[in-house]
C-alpha cells in the first residue's frame, strides 16, 4: 500500500499486517517495490465526480495515468483492478492506462 497521508498509514497499519509506504506515489520509483500478482489502483476522482462544480479549474492530480502506467509496467501484476467515479471514464488517463495494458 502506497498513501501520502501519514494517518491513512497509521490505519492499514491496525488492519493489515503487511507494509505500507507513506509517500507520493508521482515521486516513488516502483522499482524499490517488491513484486506483486494483484495491483490495486484509485486515482483521485474529484475532477471526475457528478458532485464537483463545473466552475471549479482542472485539478492538478486529474490526469494522473502516466505515473500509474509506470507501476504498471515496472511491478508486471498479473491483474490490475482501478476504481473511480464514472466520470472517469471520460479522462486521457484512463485511456493511457488500457494502452498500457493492452497495447
Not at 504498471?72 to 488500457?98: D, H, T, W
Request: aromatic share 8%; hydrophobic share 40%.
Amino acid at each position: 500500500s502506497i498513501d501520502s497521508d501519514r494517518s491513512v498509514i497509521a490505519v492499514h497499519a491496525q488492519n493489515f499486517n503487511s507494509r505500507a509506504v507513506c509517500s507520493d506515489i508521482a515521486c516513488l520509483d516502483p522499482r524499490s517495490l517488491s513484486p506483486v500478482d494483484v495491483l490495486f489502483i484509485s486515482p483521485p476522482c474529484q475532477q471526475w465526480s457528478v458532485a464537483r462544480s463545473k466552475h471549479l479549474p482542472a485539478r492538478a492530480d486529474a490526469e494522473m495515468g502516466e505515473i500509474f502506467c509506470r507501476y504498471i509496467q515496472v511491478l508486471a501484476p498479473k491483474f490490475v483492478f482501478l476504481e473511480n467515479v464514472r466520470g472517469y471514464a471520460q479522462s486521457k488517463a484512463l485511456q493511457q492506462i488500457e494502452n498500457t495494458l493492452y497495447g
